[in-house]
């Protein structure tokens, strides 16, 4: 049984401002060719088939503020 979140964390205002510079890095990486371009895009394919749009968000979030934070513990 999954509890529902009282809360949705999609839409209405931004609660994170995104850079432009970043944003457009960030799809550059994505629309690269190569082992790094793939694994994000299969990254973002898992994520969209598997999970709802409230986890997704969730899951954003949390992967930001941990990288803001220094916890990035993942491969380089």
Known sequence: MQKELKTQLTGGESVFCINEAQLV???SLWEADGTEGDRVRDMVSTLERDYSRNER???AF???DRLLK???T???
């Open 74 to 76: 993942g491969a380089t």
């Open 25 to 27: 890095k960030a799809y």
């Open 70 to 72: 220094g916890k990035d």
């Open 57 to 59: 968000a969730s899951i």
């Open 62 to 64: 949390v992967l930001i």
